[in-house]
């Protein structure tokens, strides 16, 4: 089982390779930390209200809840939940070929999301957490890109990938149907779909095929 890691990310481009820290969150109550800007509560807002909507956000769920979820899984399956850590809104918990395993995810100054890291640079950084999962699952199904788990003393490299998001609950029908299609379509061509402006707005508020 893996308690204390890090995650070495070498991404499309082979001299790029972000180290991160991860390992199972501490115990503790999460707090909401929404800086008093409209802008932060907006897009903490928006970003809840689509985690919401995916079906595998699993809210307050323990690390030690999500590894005996993940456990009996395949690598790759994948979940976020709440961070036990009041410092982190959120984790990304993974089944890995060593078993489940957790990484926080920031909320930085700048009010982007990324994977907890102890490189300040180089560590991909989104909007949206959902935009972050679908951008590593995306990373993880190319021939050329590397994801590893790497041990603290860096003597053993677990590759890891996100392939397979575990639902909690049923999304509802509508959702589902729109996951589909941005599945059967390019970026940008929904807005050439013929369909009714209310209906093309649903399917943009969550561009994602998770």
């Known amino acids: 089982m893996l308690d204390s890691l890090t995650i070495s990310t070498t991404d499309v481009e ?15 109550v999460l ?6 800007s409209y802008f932060d509560l907006r897009r903490l807002a928006n970003t809840i209200a689509t985690l919401e909507a995916c079906g595998w956000y699993w809210g307050a769920l323990t690390a030690g809840q999500s590894k005996a979820v993940l456990r009996t899984k395949e690598a790759g399956a994948f979940l976020v939940r709440d961070s036990e850590n009041s410092a982190h809104l959120f984790s990304l918990s993974v089944k890995t070929p060593r078993g489940p395993t957790s990484v926080r995810i920031q909320y930085t100054e700048d009010g982007k999301f990324k994977l907890d890291s102890d ?4 560590t991909p950084e989104f909007d949206c957490v959902v935009k972050l999962v679908d951008y590593y699952v ?6 050329d890109a590397q994801h590893f788990w790497l041990e603290p003393n860096g003597r053993r ?5 996100l392939s397979r998001p575990l639902r909690g609950k049923v999304p509802p029908l509508q959702h589902l149907c729109r996951t589909v299609i941005h599945k059967q379509t390019s970026e940008g061509e929904v807005d050439k779909l013929p369909l009714p402006k209310p209906l093309k707005s649903f399917l943009t508020e969550y561009p994602y095929q998770l």
């Open 14 to 28: 082979p001299t790029r390779t972000t180290k991160m820290t991860v390992g199972s969150a501490p115990k503790g």
């Open 31 to 36: 707090v909401a930390k929404t800086r008093s």
């Open 119 to 122: 490189k300040k640079s180089d």
């Open 138 to 143: 995306k990373h993880s199904s190319e021939e």
């Open 157 to 161: 490299e677990v590759p890891v990938k």
